[in-house]
């Protein structure tokens, strides 16, 4: 039994899986999308370049129907899909989340997950392999995998943790869709206990900025601590405060 693919996505992640994929002798990755090239950014031509190394053809969203599919996989595609391509391929469309659903959708999870965990007192993160339908981000789940969030963890570290945890979600779950397994094993979010968040991608906007005097009050140290360390993903602005005028970046004090 083998199975007919396309992927969508970017970043490391997404190149990671596509080599999954490309490695499995009953998978056929039929096209890639992904986005063009954006000089500057940490991610760029992640996934374009493995998939020209392999040979597939990158196409635009639009060209979808040109395929005949069993999946679409998604992972880190940010552009909502609408019904027509979602309803394309025969066997659906499966997304790779990196976070914990249902308790965190959007974007920015990492960071949040990190100034949350004390509060919340829910010192772990997840990745999920989810069914997408038109809601973002809210389709029946199909497996989760977890992380500990630890003391030291900033938003990069806890970023790298889930990576290698996500890939190994995907790569023990590709049998069960080659099989056809998966369909019986997605359970609806409403059957899930715990907080749920969502997060818009300017949900940061706001955080990074800690001024002087917060940032000198020792009742709330922990807590700067804590945003300090959720802010901290090189080559992103982290936070900071300002000094007669100037910009000061803070970081966690364990970064060299």
């Not at 469309?93 to 308790?103: D, K, M, T, V, Y």
């Not at 099989?179 to 818009?200: A, C, H, I, L, W």
């Not at 000198?216 to 300090?228: Q, S, V």
């Amino acid at each position: 039994m083998s199975i007919r693919i396309a992927h969508f996505g970017s970043r490391p992640l997404s190149r990671e899986i596509l080599c999954v994929m490309h490695h499995n002798p009953n998978v056929e990755v039929a096209a890639v999308v992904t986005y063009e090239s954006i000089n500057g950014k940490w991610w760029n031509s992640s996934l374009k370049n493995k998939a020209r190394e392999f040979g597939y053809d990158l196409i635009q969203e639009s060209d979808i129907f040109q395929y005949d599919l069993d999946y679409i996989i998604s992972t880190l595609y940010f552009n909502k899909l609408p019904s027509s391509i979602l309803d394309h391929p025969r066997k659906g469309c499966i997304n790779l989340h990196q976070a914990e659903l249902p308790r965190y959708r959007g974007s920015n999870t990492f960071s949040h997950a990190i100034m949350n965990a004390r509060d919340d007192n829910h010192w772990e993160y997840g990745t999920t392999l989810h069914y997408m339908n038109e809601q973002l981000d809210e389709g029946d789940i199909i497996a989760r995998r977890f992380v500990d969030i630890d003391e030291d963890d900033s938003a990069l570290s806890l970023y790298q943790k889930v990576e290698l945890k996500s890939i190994s979600l995907f790569s023990s779950m590709l049998p069960k869709m080659i099989s056809g397994e998966v369909e019986r094993m997605r359970t609806p979010q409403t059957e899930f206990d715990g907080k749920r968040y969502f997060y818009k991608k300017d949900s940061l906007q706001n955080c990074k900025f800690i001024p002087m005097d917060e940032l000198c009050n020792k009742k709330i140290e922990i807590r700067n601590y804590d945003r300090i360390r959720s802010l901290y993903f090189p080559p992103h602005e982290p936070a900071y405060t300002e000094i007669q005028g100037e910009k000061v970046y803070l970081t966690p004090s364990y970064v060299s």
